[in-house]
């Protein structure tokens, strides 16, 4: 059975930090794309941060550069957001999402992304 589920969202003082966890069961995340998304209230979903299967990253969007990181766990088949320095504007739901190729692009439609998981609401709030 194939799976792609995220975990690690919570509630969390603005200042804070939080990692978010993507985890795939029957297929290797290590040989596609795989990017951070997430969808403010009121907001369309946009991209954060992806990273390839060569282990290279890309950041989609400024307002996270130098707060956000993401890493793949080749043994867990897991890959990492850490969220640090969090903000209310970072207050989303965070999905994991993998398009069957091996390279990040911002270019890449939303509709391109093969699979997605659930999500996982992140507050950030005092």
């Known amino acids: 059975q194939l799976q792609f589920v995220e975990s690690g969202g919570g509630l969390v003082q603005p200042g804070g930090s939080l990692r978010l966890s993507c985890t795939a069961t029957?297929?290797?995340?290590?040989?596609?794309?795989t990017a951070w998304f997430r969808q403010a209230p009121g907001k369309e979903r946009r991209g954060v941060l992806c990273?390839?299967?060569?282990?290279?990253?890309?950041n989609f969007q400024d307002s996270v550069k130098g707060r956000f990181t993401i890493a793949r766990d080749n043994a867990k088949n897991t890959v990492y957001l850490q969220m640090d320095s969090l903000k209310p504007e970072d207050t989303a739901v965070y999905s994991c999402?993998?398009?069957?190729?091996?390279?990040?692009?911002?270019?890449?439609?939303?509709?391109?992304?093969?699979?997605w998981g659930q999500g996982t609401q992140v507050t950030v709030s005092s």
């Open positions: 990273i390839n299967s060569s282990n290279g990253t890309t």
């Open positions: 999402a993998l398009v069957m190729g091996p390279v990040c692009s911002k270019y890449i439609a939303l509709n391109q992304y093969n699979y």
């Open positions: 029957g297929f290797t995340l290590g040989d596609y794309a």
